[in-house]
């Protein structure tokens, strides 16, 4: 009974996704411009999002690929570059673990960036 009082008090807290690490963001629109509108609405919707599970984030983004390990691969600018996230739905927050070109994406491993 605790652990659900703890879990229903953590969805009233976390009401809203929390995006961690945007640095990079700032960090990649410096580098590439052209990416600044399309990285600003993906930010405008996840900061209204109200995601507990994989099913309500693929409402919002359909062509979000989950790749395992809490990670997310999210396709910006039509395609052109790609965001690998860590979401914990339980706590509300989203961590940008790399951002960047498709050449750049092909050299990481997903699961463990």
Request: hydrophobic share 40%; with cysteine; aromatic share 12%.
């Amino acid at each position: 009974m605790q652990i659900a009082k703890f879990y229903l008090s953590l969805q009233q807290i976390n009401a809203v996704m929390k995006i961690l690490n945007r640095k990079l963001l700032a960090k990649f629109v410096n580098k590439h411009a052209d990416a600044e509108s399309a990285l600003q609405h993906w930010v405008n919707i996840v900061e209204e999002a109200k995601w507990e599970s994989h099913n309500e984030l693929k409402l919002d983004f359909p062509s979000a690929d989950y790749v395992g390990n809490n990670r997310y691969v999210f396709n910006i600018r039509g395609n052109n570059y790609r965001m690998v996230v860590v979401v914990v739905y339980i706590c509300g927050s989203l961590t940008i673990r790399f951002l960047g070109t498709h050449k750049e994406y092909d050299k990481i491993d997903c699961k463990t960036v």
